[in-house]
Nanobody, 125 residues
Framework: QVRLVESGGGLVQAGDSLRLSCAAS????????MAWFRQAPGKEREFVAA????????DYASSVHSRATISKNNGKNTVTLQVNLLKPEDTAAYYC??????????????????WGQGIQVTVSA
């Protein structure tokens, strides 16, 4: 059984940094693409960042580019998203996702196989 569990969310102030972690079980991150998506109330789930099994491919949404870093620890089977200079518009539930190497469009939520339950990040002005 595949399980993805996010941690590290919470309430922060604008300008702060936040580090989200996703612990995976049932899959090996050395063979899966991993990503972070987020969803704000009333909005569709949107892509934030993705990383390939070998870390060769890394992609960021323009909304977080230059502020975010996605990384993996294959030995610990965890993927991390660090976002700096947080803005109120970063407020959302953040989701960890895992996908096979058959992903065609990593920025589409439809291409991902497994999802975490999500964790709330609230950025106050």
């Amino acid at each position: 059984q595949v399980r993805l569990v996010e941690s590290g969310g919470g309430l922060v102030q604008a300008g702060d940094s936040l580090r989200l972690s996703c612990a995976a079980s049932g899959i090996s991150l050395g063979t899966y693409y991993m990503a972070w998506f987020r969803q704000a109330p009333g909005k569709e789930r949107e892509f934030v960042a993705a990383i390939s099994p070998s870390d060769v491919y890394i992609d960021y949404a323009s909304s977080v580019h230059s502020r975010a870093t996605i990384s993996k620890n294959n030995g610990k089977n965890t993927v991390t998203l660090q976002v700096n200079l947080l803005k109120p518009e970063d407020t959302a539930a953040y989701y960890c996702a895992a996908g096979s190497n058959r992903i065609i469009n990593p920025r589409s939520s439809n291409d991902w196989l497994y999802w975490g339950q999500g964790i709330q990040v609230t950025v106050s002005a």
